[in-house]
């Protein structure tokens, strides 16, 4: 099992620019989740999917959408990139929406906004 | 709202001290509470889970935590480190019945010198 994938690794944008970061996770779990990693701030919930046909937004949605293709697919996309996007993306993915599940992490984009 | 704050940003040790990483948490409800490393220039990976019963948990590569309900307070221990625990460390929480969204604190990066 490849668990968690993410592609692309790195991106380099220019302000006004779009793109979509993708994900996919091969464990037949139910809910995804979209975070952004920041130095000294920690990871930050972008948007979640708790089960298929179902998004909702998290701590900082601003900016950004997502879509939930199928099970397996999440993605993250960002329609006009700013510098201040420039992060760290990671996906994530759990069985189900139960709280004392463990979440299983990709490794991560790295995004660039000129 | 719950928030998760990670006394030190850094923690420099020498090769087979112990260490210490603090972990606080706010919530108004129960949690339960996790500790992830992320190693470098990779996805973050499960350690250890406090759900509940015992207040010690052992995780893996011989750390353990302790889970403090009077000081809200989830420190990680390791009794000796080795170089590989290299490594960024986040103390993050869910609350009961809230569904599995993670709040991370900003992490702390243990450098294990020789």
């Known amino acids: 099992n490849a668990g968690v994938t993410q592609t692309p690794k790195f991106q380099v944008l220019k302000t006004g620019q779009s793109m979509t970061l993708q994900c996919a996770q091969d464990?037949?779990?139910?809910?995804m989740y979209w975070y952004r990693q920041d130095p000294g701030m920690g990871l930050r919930l972008i948007y979640y999917s708790a089960s298929e046909g179902t998004t909702d937004k998290g701590e900082v949605p601003n900016g950004y959408n997502v879509s939930r293709l199928n099970k397996r697919e999440f993605s993250l996309r960002l329609e006009s990139a700013a510098p201040s996007q420039t992060s760290v993306y990671f996906c994530a993915s759990t069985w189900d929406r139960a709280g004392n599940n463990e979440q299983f992490f990709g490794p991560g984009t790295r995004l660039t906004v000129l | 709202a719950q928030s998760v704050t990670q006394l030190d940003s850094q923690v420099p040790v020498f090769e087979e001290a112990p260490v210490e990483l603090r972990c606080n948490y706010s919530?108004?409800?129960?949690?339960?509470l996790f500790w992830y490393v992320q190693y470098p220039n990779q996805g973050l990976q499960l350690l250890l889970k406090y759900l509940s019963g015992s207040t010690l948990v052992k995780g893996i590569n011989g750390f353990e935590a302790e889970f403090n309900k009077s000081q809200t307070s989830f420190h990680l221990r390791k009794p000796s480190v080795h170089i590989s625990d290299t490594a960024e460390y986040f103390c993050a929480v869910s609350e009961w019945a809230a569904g599995n969204k993670l709040t991370f604190g900003g992490g702390t990066r243990v450098l294990v010198k020789p």
């Open positions: 919530s108004s409800v129960s949690v339960y």
């Open positions: 464990m037949n779990h139910n809910s």
